[in-house]
């Protein structure tokens, strides 16, 4: 991925795909033990003692990290939207219920996030599939403009839950052909492993579609009938909400 395809300068309400300078915490067992890739991240070891006997103890790996959001732009604004809603139905214009809605610090106050492992910290043998985006799990990145940090890999195993009002500071956004990328890998990984949608869709040249359906069970699902009997299935790509999650007027 060539730089400006990538990055855009931060601004606006959090969205998914920006980059964070912040917290980081995972459950470690009594070992501590930390892989080679999280040897930077994972810079602070402490044991929780359980309040009493009946509870075992905690092993708690912490420290500072740049991090991807990788909450969608929905979750992010969710309660915000629902508040701006009520406060309209109760007689509140558009600009007060948004300006309250705006000053309650109990909204939407946590997102998810993985961050970011250098490239040079993956064995060489095995950086080429990390950078071309071919390892399930990962989401490559390359080096941005203001050189703040190497090129790296989005580590989707590592991800943790993060307070709105913990982290330091933007660094970056993705522009909307990354976002769109990050959210390939985000369900590759979480639902699908393997996506077999374009050869699919290969093997379907030259048919003709009868039918299209969407299964009110399944709603990300739609169905294609083609003209030999069979049925090809695609996933949706999610709604791209423009410049964030929350309503518009």
């Not at 993705?174 to 699919?200: E, G, Y």
Request: charged share 25%; glycine share 6%; hydrophobic share 40%.
């Amino acid at each position: 991925m060539e730089e400006p395809d990538v990055y855009r300068a931060s601004h606006g309400p959090l969205n998914q795909g920006d980059i964070l300078a912040a917290p980081v915490v995972r459950i470690a067992a009594a070992d501590f033990f930390v892989p080679d890739k999280w040897d930077r991240i994972d810079q602070n070891e402490r044991i929780l003692v359980p309040p009493n006997d009946d509870t075992e103890a905690v092993y708690v790996l912490s420290g500072w990290a740049l991090v991807v959001v990788t909450s969608h732009d929905c979750h992010h604004d969710k309660e915000w939207n629902a508040k701006r809603g009520r406060l309209i139905q109760h007689g509140h214009s558009i600009a007060e219920a948004e300006a309250i809605a705006e000053a309650d610090q109990t909204l939407d106050r946590t997102f998810q996030a993985s961050p970011l492992v250098s490239l040079d910290d993956i064995a060489p043998n095995r950086r080429g599939s990390f950078k071309s985006g071919r390892a399930i799990g990962y989401f490559p990145l390359p080096e941005p403009p203001d050189g703040s940090f190497p090129a790296c890999v989005v580590d989707l195993a590592y991800r943790c839950t993060i307070d709105r009002l913990a982290y330091a500071g933007r660094r970056w956004c993705l522009s909307k052909p990354a976002r769109d990328r990050l959210r390939h890998a985000i369900a590759r990984f979480d639902s699908f492993r393997s996506v077999q949608v374009a050869s699919t869709i290969e093997e379907a040249i030259g048919r003709t579609i009868t039918n299209v359906s969407v299964d009110s069970t399944q709603p990300l699902a739609v169905d294609l009938n083609l003209d030999d009997g069979s049925v090809l299935q695609l996933v949706q790509a999610p709604v791209e909400p423009e410049p964030s999650g929350r309503s518009g007027l």
